[in-house]
């Protein structure tokens, strides 16, 4: 079974610019998260989406960070314009979702988007 | 609110030595608790979980966990520790009848031959 695929894996920008990233979770997972990573710390949830409607984005910086789940399957990130602070790695994780009787709490992560804006 | 505390932000043990990781957690009744493991360049692997019952836990790779609702507490343990458990080593704690996990800072593995 495959994972969660994320791409692109390292991104290198220059402030202002915009990025994308994007992420395929795993097959019948109702649940996708984009977490944030910051060196050295734990991940911090930016949103987090129940098949295709965003249930959480209260930490999500609403004035430059956008996403979007089309479908209920493939989600995607952005971030415009990028800042010098945006420079970390972006986590998508899925699970089987507490929606679809399967309160597990299990997060299934991919490799992550390393993310440099220069 | 949930939270969770992770006192020891890196850890340096010998090949075949054993291992404790520490994690508190703050939750007003009883959570689910979570260790995951981050090797460098890679996303976050479930080492093992507790929802209910025996409060020892078993996990891949040799792991154990141990909750403690006294102390709010739920470490990490392993009895010998091999040079590929060095790593990054989260706790997590998460809401029952919610998708949302709450991450400790991580503890960084070192280990020495």
């Known amino acids: 079974e495959a994972g969660v695929v994320q791409s692109p894996r390292y991104k290198i920008i220059e402030k202002k610019q915009p990025v994308a990233f994007w992420c395929n979770p795993i097959?019948?997972?109702?649940?996708l998260y984009w977490y944030l990573q910051n060196l050295g710390q734990g991940p911090e949830l930016l949103i987090r989406y129940e098949n295709e409607e965003a249930v959480d984005d209260s930490q999500l910086p609403k004035d430059r960070f956008s996403a979007e789940r089309l479908k209920g399957v493939d989600s995607t990130l952005k971030i415009q314009p990028a800042e010098l602070g945006d420079s970390a790695v972006y986590l998508c994780a899925s699970s089987l979702g507490v929606l679809a009787g399967a309160n597990t709490g299990e997060l299934f992560f991919g490799e992550g988007s390393r993310l440099t804006v220069l | 609110a949930q939270s969770v505390t992770q006192p020891d932000i890196h850890i340096t043990v010998s090949e075949g030595a054993s291992l404790e990781l520490r994690c508190n957690y703050s939750?007003?009744?009883?959570?689910?608790l979570f260790w995951y493991v981050q090797s460098p360049g890679q996303g976050l692997q479930l080492l093992l979980k507790y929802f209910s019952g025996d409060t020892l836990v078993q996990g891949i790779k040799g792991f154990e966990a141990e909750f403690k609702r006294s102390q709010s507490s739920f470490n990490l343990r392993k009895p010998s520790v091999h040079w590929s458990d060095a790593a990054e080593y989260f706790c997590a704690v998460g809401a029952r009848g919610t998708d949302k996990l709450i991450f400790g800072t991580g503890t960084r593995l070192q280990v020495f031959p």
């Open positions: 939750y007003g009744a009883t959570p689910y």
């Open positions: 097959s019948g997972h109702n649940t």
